[in-house]
């Protein structure tokens, strides 16, 4: 079921007046339902996959109980082992199989050795396995670090999970922020639903308006990147980082509403990443669950930037490769990983990598400063250019696109596919980066104006611009359900 489906728009008030009309005297009816609720939002994709969420669910479960009880380091590691074996098992299995099989059979061809990929198996990648395998993970993991102690209830736990609005792409909770919600008795709050239906709003029109309205561009200049110019090039991956920003962050904004449409509050899963002055920025900025769950898992344990720079440098390429290849099982995404490591390194060996922890673009003034601007357009450029490796279909596609603009600079002035004009699309970008910037300070408050007449008109042309752009033979699926 897609956020941006008339089946959501039906599931949504019906589960929503459920929820608060019948279910609100009981804490435990209340999780039940929202944990059937979240298992049908998933099942009507594949209901058959609904058995790996609750594998997932059971064996952390028991996992977390048999850790918190077990009396020595050894016996808490080994257990600790099978929540880490057990889902990376369930995602490599679902997720790469095919590829280290046809990445082995690549590898003994460069020796002369000819072998047939018979070993490929026609897998279907269960949507959503990379964030609730993370998620569960998490829950073990804090247990045993000893930041958190486990629930005995396993339907909170199956709900912390299984809940619909981040389980098919994030953002990636920890159980100390959303399962102890969970177990804490939710009442009815006006201000926080009008919050959410706010988010909601926004979110779809950054996903209607913004990421589909241009994904018919991106994906032709994509798929034809040979026969265009590098100025057509250079605007299809400019449009493509408009595109997934618009898209995932949309994702996000939407599930945070339709959390808080339930009284549950996510964490924030973008913070204007375009407005970033450096790499390390625009890191604490996008998919902040994502990267904040590497730095807490897999950085820190490391050693994270307390070693000596040579192993933090090493920990760093490690962060990015890992990240790349979450992303997907093709070695495009490893080089896009590779390639934030060494824009990243530079910054961190300068000390510049916390600088920008605490503050906004022009945070005292209405307009950035000329420094600041450079600085984003720097930046901007820089993670636009990685986008090449991430939004082709192969490390060869990647090369020959980024060949084309080097033997082919020229300009030439792009047509719309389907014969729209370009310069309403430049002036709809524009006013959207514009308005963007104004909000830039509270990633969760996109109408937060003092007039209601302005607030008004915000809402109204959000909504036309919505109407307007709909378009049903599109494509309407999340970039990062793909993930």
Known sequence: MLFNSLDFFIFLPVVFISYWFFFYKNLKLQNFF?????????????????????????????????????????????????????????????????????????????????????????????????????????YS????????????????????????????????????????????????????????????????????????????????????YGSYPASTLILGVTLFSFQVYGDFSGYSDIAIGTAKLFGIELMSNFKFPSFSRNVAEYWQRWHVSLSTWFRHYVYIPLGGSRVSKLKSVRNICIIFLVSGFWHGANWTFIAWGAIHALLYIPVFLMGRNRIYMNNVVAENSWFPSIKEILQILLTFSLVTFSRVFFRSESITDAFGFLKQIYNNFSFEIYEHPLGYRMIDYFILLGLFVLYEFRIRRDERSPFKFKSRVVRFIAYTLVILGMLLFFDDNIDRSFIYFQF
Not at 56 to 83: A, C, E, M, P
Not at 144 to 153: E, H, I
Not at 165 to 176: C, D, H, M
Request: charged share 15%.
């Open 34 to 138: 929202i944990l059937g609720a979240s298992y049908l939002f998933y099942g009507m994709w594949d209901w058959r996959f609904l058995f790996l969420i609750l594998a997932s669910t059971t064996v952390d479960y028991f996992v977390g109980q048999y850790i918190y009880s077990s009396d020595s380091h050894k016996q808490r590691k080994r257990w600790l082992w099978v929540s880490v074996i057990f889902n990376i098992g369930l995602l490599g299995f679902f997720k790469y199989y095919n590829f280290f099989v046809d990445s082995w059979v690549d590898f003994i061809d460069i020796f002369g050795y000819k072998l047939q990929s018979s070993w490929t198996l026609q897998i279907i990648l269960p949507v959503g396995i990379s964030f609730y395998t993370f998620q569960t993970m998490s």
């Open 141 to 224: 993991l804090d247990i045993y670090y000893k930041r958190l102690a486990p629930t005995k209830d396993f339907i909170s736990f199956a709900t912390f999970v299984g809940f619909f609005p981040q389980l098919v792409a994030g953002p990636i909770e920890r159980a100390s922020n959303l399962l102890s919600q969970i177990t804490t008795k939710r009442s009815f709050n006006y201000i926080q639903c009008t919050e959410g239906l706010k988010l909601i709003i926004w979110g779809l029109f950054k996903k209607v308006v913004i990421a589909d309205s241009i994904a018919p561009i991106v994906d032709d200049i994509f798929a034809n």
